[in-house]
């Protein structure tokens, strides 16, 4: 009966594979944040969150 289990080692590899493909995304996400240009940051930073007619539309919805 057990003639016929083939054992494969390919199952092993799985999670060091996802977790350099992980590793490898968040490396990638934070050198690009640190290298980004000081205008970009400042611009991004000043970006509103939302827009005023979604703010006034929050308010009269709760009246």
Known sequence: ???RVIL??????????C???TFAAFILIVLWAVFL???RVDYESRLPLED???????TT???
Request: charged share 30%; aromatic share 18%.
């Open 1 to 3: 009966m057990f003639r």
């Open 8 to 17: 494969e080692d390919w199952h092993m590899w799985v999670p060091y594979i």
């Open 37 to 39: 240009k000081k205008s």
């Open 52 to 58: 005023d007619t979604d703010l006034k539309d929050i």
């Open 19 to 21: 977790f350099a493909l």
């Open 61 to 63: 919805n709760q009246n």
